[in-house]
């Protein structure tokens, strides 16, 4: 085993030989949408995401599903399903089977298998004082979700929030490969300031990240200002507060989009600050538009991260 659970990393890895290891990686969650297919999609991409994080590529998936035993068609699972076998089919895997277990709340996503050469493993520790922080995605997802549950939420903020959460980590992935990339994580649950903190904790370093500088989706700094704010993004906050110094020109709202949980969110990448710019520009040809510089990294201080 080359990678386990010591970091917190996106995923394990399991040598087989000298050019050849596998990655393995789960996650599932409840719905995030109503639509059935979009649901699958987003689960899916989501899931995938943690062997794009390491620079592998996935080659197989396994569903997983927890599904009431009535109330809810047959077909609603169908979609879901086929939704995921559409994206796992997009990023070049194949659904080879799965499980399924009786359960009131309906649950769906991937067990997924991926190859990496071993020689060119990305982790999240490595990152080094002089890297500049690069990320693919914007944020804001978790917020923009907690308005649409609670029907606030226009539907072309709906619809650019989809986009980015159905939007698979490949391209950003075969990016970064073309770098000197020192470490890398997929943001998702526990956001920017929680993924980037087990960088930083495991590097030794200090992650200094600048409000300004953050991609942010349509809508979400608003709807921040509204009280949208999911349970996610509080007890992140709770946990991850005290590893991170927020300077007193930070907004309430620019903070609480720092902790927010994201869904299928886009890679954080720490690489040499003279290739940023270089890697900037691969990202968004590839299809990543909001890309960004969203911070450097420094000789550790007092706390892993600061927010400025």
Not at 205 to 210: D, G, K, L, R, S
Not at 219 to 224: N, S
Not at 255 to 270: E, K, W
Request: hydrophobic share 45%.
């Amino acid at each position: 085993m080359l990678v386990g659970i010591s970091t917190g990393d996106d995923a394990g890895v399991f040598r087989l030989r000298d050019d050849l290891a596998i990655v393995n990686t789960v996650d599932f969650f409840t719905p995030v949408v109503d639509d059935p297919y979009t649901y699958g999609q987003i689960s899916a991409a989501n899931a995938l995401s943690d062997v794009y994080a390491m620079g592998g590529r996935p080659v197989s998936a396994l569903n997983i599903v927890c599904w009431p035993q009535s109330g809810l068609p047959g077909a609603m699972l169908a979609e879901i399903l086929r939704g995921g076998s559409d994206k796992a089919h997009e990023a070049g895997a194949v659904v080879v089977g799965g499980h399924s277990v009786a359960d009131e709340e309906v649950k769906y996503g991937m067990a997924i298998t991926g190859v990496i050469d071993p020689r060119r493993i990305i982790r999240n520790v490595g990152a080094r004082a002089g890297d500049a922080l690069v990320l693919a995605k914007p944020l804001g997802t978790g917020i923009l979700m907690t308005a649409f549950k609670r029907d606030a939420l226009p539907a072309d903020q709906y619809e650019s929030a989809v986009k980015v959460m159905s939007q698979l980590n490949a391209g950003a992935a075969a990016a970064m490969l073309e770098y000197d990339v020192h470490a890398a994580t997929d943001i998702t649950g526990f956001g920017l300031m929680g993924h980037a903190s087990k960088m930083a904790e495991g590097s030794g370093v200090t992650m200094i990240f600048e409000e300004s500088d953050l991609p942010i989706l349509p809508g979400a700094i608003e709807l921040a200002r509204a009280g949208m704010i999911p349970g996610g993004g509080a007890r992140n906050r709770e946990y991850y507060g005290p590893m991170v110094k927020i300077h007193d020109e930070v907004s309430d709202v620019m903070a609480a989009l720092a902790f927010d949980p994201q869904t299928s969110g886009g890679l954080l990448i720490s690489l040499p600050e003279e290739q940023a710019l270089r890697l900037l520009a691969a990202l968004q040809k590839a299809g990543y538009p909001d890309a960004a510089i969203v911070g450097r990294v420094v000789a550790r201080g007092a706390v892993p991260l600061e927010l400025v």
